[in-house]
Nanobody, 120 residues
Framework: VQLQASGGGLVQAGGSLRLSCAASGIIFSINVMGWYRQAPGKQRELVAVILSDGSTIYADSVKGRFTISRENAKNTVYLRMNSLKFEDTAVYYC???????????????WGQGTQVTVSS
């Protein structure tokens, strides 16, 4: 499974961005896809994931501001980020797995990171 992330950039606080993660390769039975982020000097943390049944999980810090969705026909997951804050600045990574991972190190597939920078 290969994951291609895109959509990062520089935005002012209060602005919006949409990240995309396109999956390719042997993608059958992928159970979960989503986004983690890592800021300098910090551990990689959950942002949002979407499961094969459509259920979603969000970090408390992004609830109400970020929305994760998927387009099955394109094997793509999106992360719409609204009301961005300076503290959302990080490298955002797309992740996927066939199981039920609970920690970043349990994911088998990762995309390259995409930088999101929010200016205050």
């Amino acid at each position: 499974v290969q994951l291609q992330a895109s959509g990062g950039g520089l935005v002012q606080a209060g602005g919006s961005l949409r990240l995309s993660c396109a999956a390719s390769g042997i993608i059958f039975s992928i159970n979960v896809m989503g986004w983690y982020r890592q800021a300098p000097g910090k551990q990689r943390e959950l942002v949002a994931v979407i499961l094969s049944d459509g259920s979603t999980i969000y970090a408390d810090s992004v609830k109400g501001r970020f929305t994760i969705s998927r387009e099955n026909a394109k094997n793509t997951v999106y992360l719409r980020m609204n009301s961005l804050k300076f503290e959302d600045t990080a490298v955002y990574y797309c992740a996927a797995d066939r199981g039920q991972p609970h920690r970043p190190d349990e994911y088998n597939y990762w995309g390259q990171g995409t930088q999101v920078t929010v200016s205050s």
